[in-house]
């Protein structure tokens, strides 16, 4: 597509519980990254991907925090035990170069 | 790690107003993006620079790559030009280096 589609817009989940995020990027671009926005003003990088390979994860919490992006298939970013800290819109990217278009974002709010 | 520093956090003006949007970072970068992030959330990658200047209807960005610092102008300001004005860099040269570190941003409010 000519967007980055982003699924679902909102997410609401209890603390502890499974979070999974899905991005389609632009059709043909070969890198996908993953940030972080909490209070509506503060980006953080988590991860970048060059086709199906992770590039650069050096923004990831590894330890409940996991991403892919298969073959014919959305990207995805998943949180194992979600925090209330988690709360904020994860925003996908894709390029193909040095623009990145950005999607809608992913709302996450974690009671 | 790139500090990346906006100013002013908050702006307002009235219709009409050249605006300046500044941003400075730490230490020497490959590119510089202007992100406009709507108040419904959406993010439009406005210009993305690596030396002197661009300009797309009625908006301006420059960098100065010695000095470590880019504005973005607005001339003829209207209310639709309300916004938060993200400016983001990119460190390094390469696939690898194209994660962005952001600035905080700065919220434009444009009084009719």
């Known amino acids: 597509g000519e967007e980055v589609a982003q699924t679902p817009k909102h997410l609401v989940r209890g603390e502890g519980q499974k979070a999974k995020l899905y991005c389609a990027p632009i059709?043909?671009?070969?890198?996908v990254f993953w940030y972080q926005q909490v209070l509506k003003n503060e980006f953080k990088f988590l991860i970048s991907?060059?086709?199906?390979?992770?590039?650069?994860e050096t923004g990831m919490p590894k330890e409940r925090f996991s991403a892919k992006c298969l073959p014919n298939s959305p990207c995805s970013l998943e949180i194992q035990a979600t925090k209330l800290e988690d709360s904020a819109v994860y925003f996908c990217?894709?390029?193909?170069?040095?623009?990145?278009?950005f999607g809608p974002g992913t709302r996450l709010t974690v009671l | 790690k790139n500090e990346v520093e906006q100013s002013p956090q908050n702006l307002t003006a009235q219709e009409g107003e050249f605006i300046t949007i500044n941003c400075s970072y730490s230490?020497?970068?490959?590119?510089l993006h202007w992100l406009q992030q709507h108040p419904g959330g959406g993010i439009v990658s406005l210009f993305m620079l690596s030396s002197g200047k661009k300009k797309h209807g009625r908006l301006i960005a420059t960098i100065n790559i010695q000095e470590k610092h880019s504005s973005l102008h607005i001339t003829a300001s209207h209310p639709r030009d309300s916004a938060v004005y993200i400016c983001a860099v990119r460190s390094g040269s390469g696939a690898g280096s194209y994660q962005l570190t952001f600035g905080k941003g700065t919220k434009l409010s444009v009084i009719p």
């Open positions: 990217a894709s390029s193909h170069s040095d623009t990145q278009y």
């Open positions: 059709k043909g671009h070969s890198y």
């Open positions: 991907f060059q086709n199906e390979n992770v590039f650069d």
């Open positions: 230490v020497g970068i490959s590119a």
